[in-house]
Structures are given as structure tokens and as C-alpha cells.
Nanobody, 124 residues
């Protein structure tokens, strides 16, 4: 069992930055991969980024590549999503999730545990 708590969301103007955090507890954090997803009102949950257990491999959706950076601190049991150059289309609830498989999965069905989400709103 893994418990996840996201934080760091908020309201920001277009072009601004936010850093999301996801604190994990339960299973040993350094043994599993992590991912970030987002869901806007009326839309499907969308893959954003993933990171493997060590932090040595990352993967991004094309829509955020070059603007977002995923990282993790295994000593703090935390994964981060640094979001720069934010756009109104980035507005969504952002979720972190645990992948107990091989890692870097892009389908939500391959993730096993989810946080409650944190709202990110980007104004134009």
C-alpha cells in the first residue's frame, strides 16, 4: 500500500511557474517508478510525465516537453513536477501516481496508487 499527497497547486498567470510535490508513504519509495497525470473538466485523464525508480530516466508528453521537469528525491520520499512557461491549456487537476511495473508507463491503467490531486489554474 502507498499513500500519496500532492501539494503546490494554485493560480498563476500565463508564463509563470509552479512546482508540484508528491509525498509518498508506505512501501519503500526508491523501489518504484512515479508518474504525473492531469485532468481538465470534461476531459480524459492525460499523461504528463514519468520517472523511473532512480530518477535516471524520465519521459514527457509532447505538450509539456521543454517546459516541465520531473524529478525525485528518494531520501525525502518525494517526486516533483517543475512547471515553467505555463499556458491556460495546462489548467487541470494534477495527480501523482505509483507504477509498480517496469516504469515510464503512459497509460493510467498501468498505475497502481493515486493521490487526491492538486488544482492548477493558469489565467491568460
Amino acid at each position: 500500500q502507498v499513500q500519496l499527497v500532492e501539494s503546490g497547486g494554485g493560480l498563476v498567470q500565463a508564463g509563470g511557474s509552479l512546482r508540484l510535490s508528491c509525498a509518498a508513504s508506505g512501501r519503500t519509495f526508491s523501489t518504484y517508478a512515479m508518474g504525473w497525470f492531469r485532468q481538465a473538466p470534461g476531459k480524459e485523464r492525460q499523461f504528463v510525465s514519468a520517472i523511473n525508480w532512480s530518477g535516471g530516466k524520465t519521459y514527457y508528453a509532447d505538450s509539456v516537453k521543454g517546459r516541465f521537469t520531473i524529478s525525485r528525491d528518494n531520501a525525502k520520499n518525494t517526486v516533483y513536477l517543475q512547471m515553467n512557461s505555463l499556458e491556460p491549456d495546462d489548467t487541470a487537476v494534477y495527480y501523482c501516481a505509483v507504477d509498480l511495473g517496469v516504469g515510464l508507463a503512459i497509460r493510467s491503467s498501468e498505475y497502481h496508487y493515486w493521490g487526491q490531486g492538486t488544482q492548477v489554474t493558469v489565467s491568460s
